[in-house]
């Protein structure tokens, strides 16, 4: 479906791949990056991890999902930096500082792409009501809380013990993403809903 698309316009075609975390979205992206470039259609795999905004913006104890829901992403800064003009122009050759999140920090991170013909941009709350009229595709990993948490407390790249990874993920972010499912039906929404619950 992506390929098909691609094909069409002047404009580099714009794709959300969107989940729960844990839900297997960066292993999609990495695999239909490798398919499509093996189709030659050049293309730019763009996280959204390092477009959070720093945590005393992004976190509050007394509403912390919803909160998170409505802070954890610098969207605008996203869309008008980097997006909006690798879509028109197809390439683009940007540094800017942004969040390195194991530490908090703000680093300088660069981002150089020619002659795009694909955005893969994949992460969380992509498909929020507000964000949805954007992509040219989306798609929506579905994924079960409790296979996610498992995937979480596997990988734990917040380097934390595994009760205080439970407790963020219990009252900050899954909180944060079934307040998403249920304010935007993001499954509901978009163009293909892949299963990855194994």
Known sequence: MIAARASRGRRALLVAISG???SGKSALASKATELLEGRGL???RITL???HTPWPVRYDANDPGPHF???AFGFDELFERLITPLRERRSIRLTLDLIRLVDDAWV???YDFTDVDVILLEGIFLLRRDLRHRYDLAFWVEC??????ARALARNQEGQSEARLR???ARIYFAAQRHHIALDAPAAH???VIPNDV
């Open 20 to 22: 729960i975390d844990g």
């Open 42 to 44: 050049r293309t730019a």
């Open 49 to 51: 991890d390092p477009w």
């Open 69 to 71: 829901y409505r802070h």
């Open 108 to 110: 300088p991170h660069t």
């Open 144 to 149: 079960s809380f409790g296979t996610a948490l």
């Open 167 to 169: 407790d963020d993920y």
């Open 190 to 192: 978009a163009d293909g």
